[in-house]
């Protein structure tokens, strides 16, 4: 998972060295929490949060393939 979301990232940012995905494991849920530059933060929430959204739609549809629960976090 912490691979798909980094790759979804990187090829969105026009800083793709600056992407970093850190994940942790909250009980039955794993946190993966995306931090990109500041100036690709625009370009990975979207218009009205639309990127964003479709990024954990992806996210969540791999993670229940595979049984697990998935939140994905922008900081």
Known sequence: ???LL???AKSLVSKPEEVS???TEDGEMTVLELSVAQEDMGKVIGRQ???AKAIRAVI???ALKENKKV???IL
């Open 1 to 3: 998972m912490k691979e």
């Open 6 to 8: 980094e790759f979804i």
């Open 21 to 23: 995905v850190k994940e």
């Open 49 to 51: 949060g639309r990127i």
């Open 60 to 62: 969540k549809a791999a």
């Open 71 to 73: 939140n994905v976090e």
